[in-house]
């Protein structure tokens, strides 16, 4: 799931919409509530234990895991290479990412399904690249990956303070920059009080930076 917050918010307006039809009674929409929380809860602990994701919302450079080379962008799903001539002004793009039942594909032009995305790792004529997220639409708002250590330090505590709260508006408000931070819970530690301390990965400090090429 790419979007658990907007994922649960469509769910609870369909809710209402049925409420305000008389199809269904304040219980049932309560239920259905509680329903759709219960899935987002699940949807997240899921991703947290999981490897990076791609996401729609987010701009990517997209870079050559052997060299380090920049071949382009990927700005919500439309990718541009990067050796585009400066000054020349166009609505045109190179690409498009493509989501569906068989996976994420980067079709370029008229080329269907030139490379394949799996979490941050694009694979396209035989050449590996990684994504490298450079920004993301939170709520209407493009916001840069956070990469200052205590702003993250404080990021994971409050959410996990909303975590055991069962607090869903704080937990929305920071999940997707933690996410999209310039760095990832251990994977030695994961960030456990009693291991955290003496681990030699993060030096105590429960993540560390994500790799980059």
């Known amino acids: ?13 369909m809710a209402a919409a049925l409420h305000s039809e008389g ?5 049932e929409r309560f239920d259905m509530n509680e329903m759709a929380d219960a899935a987002y809860w699940h949807a997240v602990e899921e991703l947290q234990n999981s490897s990076g994701h791609y996401r729609g919302a987010s701009t990517y450079d997209v870079v050559q ?10 700005s919500r799903s439309i990718f541009n290479f990067s050796n585009t001539e400066p000054g ?6 190179d690409g498009k990412v493509y989501s569906g039942p068989e996976g994420i594909h980067l079709n370029l032009g008229l080329s269907r399904n030139v490379g394949t995305i799996t979490g941050l790792n694009l ?13 993301r639409m939170i709520r209407g708002v493009c916001h840069n990956p956070i ?8 990021l994971i505590d409050a959410a996990q303070i909303a975590q055991e709260g069962r607090d ?40 560390v930076t994500k790799m980059q090429p």
């Open 65 to 74: 895991v052997d060299n380090g080379k920049l071949l382009g962008t990927i």
């Open 168 to 207: 869903l508006r704080l937990f929305e408000k920071v999940r997707p920059h933690i996410e999209s931070a310039a760095f990832c819970i251990c994977p030695a530690c994961f960030d456990r009080f009693d291991a955290r301390d003496d681990c030699a990965t993060c030096a105590g400090k429960g993540f």
């Open 123 to 135: 694979e396209m004529y035989g050449r590996r690249y990684q994504l490298i997220e450079t920004q």
């Open 88 to 93: 020349i002004a166009s609505s045109s793009y």
């Open 147 to 154: 990469d200052d250590p205590d702003s993250y330090r404080a």
């Open 1 to 13: 799931m790419q979007n658990p917050e907007g994922h649960r918010e469509t769910l609870h307006d």
């Open 23 to 27: 199809l269904i009674d304040q219980l």
